[in-house]
């Protein structure tokens, strides 16, 4: 029996981690919506609006032909895509703090400009505005998610799957990302997946290519994940662990007032900043940066 994709269950890499760090804050982050509002919760915060910003930038390319990716500076792009996130809607506590993120963010601007490397080639455009797929259409679960590159490989007529990094910390291994990524790619595009890599912008001129996961052992652990997140909303039991942690304490600052509205992101959610973050950012973050 065919399901109806508005009625099942759409999971991604990021509502996934959420559940698995703390299900309080996957219910909080991809299901509560505010009372009054009617919307949903989004917390920005300076990492997620300098991650945010360098992605567009660089995704802009893959839809321009190769002999034009280049002709702009992106740097120029850069500064236009910033002002999307400048001041409070970007988390930024003040200029100074905004300045250093932005910088970082033109250092690795300007290091896709000075080693293009599989930038320069040909990509692959899955048509779909939000790539998805049904995991299981039996019990109505779906698989969504964007790639942030797919290089396109003539002499395999395959697929080199490229995940950009804005952060610092690598990767680890247990990481669902890109077992998502692949699963995404092979059942939204014709062409095989050969070939995996992370791209840490903040350290690597090229990116670093990382071992392809299994594909049927990934999605047997994306299915069982999925089946206690769709069990979970149907009990409606979405408890802390540790009854308050790192994960859902954002969410509960929201709740409690403790948050500053800041406007709407571009999906019409209620953007936020935790007001307890940004009075510690500045001691905090020479040491991050």
Known sequence: MSQDKYSALWVSHSSIKDFLECPRAYFLGNVYKSPKSRRKIQIISPPLSLGKVVHDVIESLSVLPVERRFDESLV????????N?????GGFSSEEVEHRYKQRGKE??????NHPGPLKNR???????LP????????????????????YLPESESVH??????????ENDGSLQLPIYQLLAMNCQSRPVTKASYWYLGSND?????????????????????????????????ACPTNGCRACRPYEAVLSGRALHVGLDEYGKDLYVIQDELRDEDSADSEIL
């Open 132 to 151: 998805w797929y049904w995991l299981s259409e039996q019990d109505g679960i779906i698989l969504c998610g964007r790639i942030d590159w797919l290089e």
């Open 108 to 113: 690795m601007i300007q290091r896709v400009m």
């Open 85 to 89: 996130v400048s001041g409070m809607r």
């Open 206 to 238: 090229y990116p670093q290519q990382v071992t392809l996961p299994d594909a049927d052992t990934s999605r047997d652990e994306l299915l069982s994940i999925a089946g206690r997140i769709k069990l979970a909303r149907q009990l409606e039991k979405f």
């Open 161 to 170: 799957i490229i995940d950009f990094k804005t952060g610092r910390e690598k």
């Open 76 to 83: 120029v792009r850069f500064d236009e895509s910033w002002k």
């Open 123 to 129: 990509a692959v455009k899955i048509r779909q505005d």
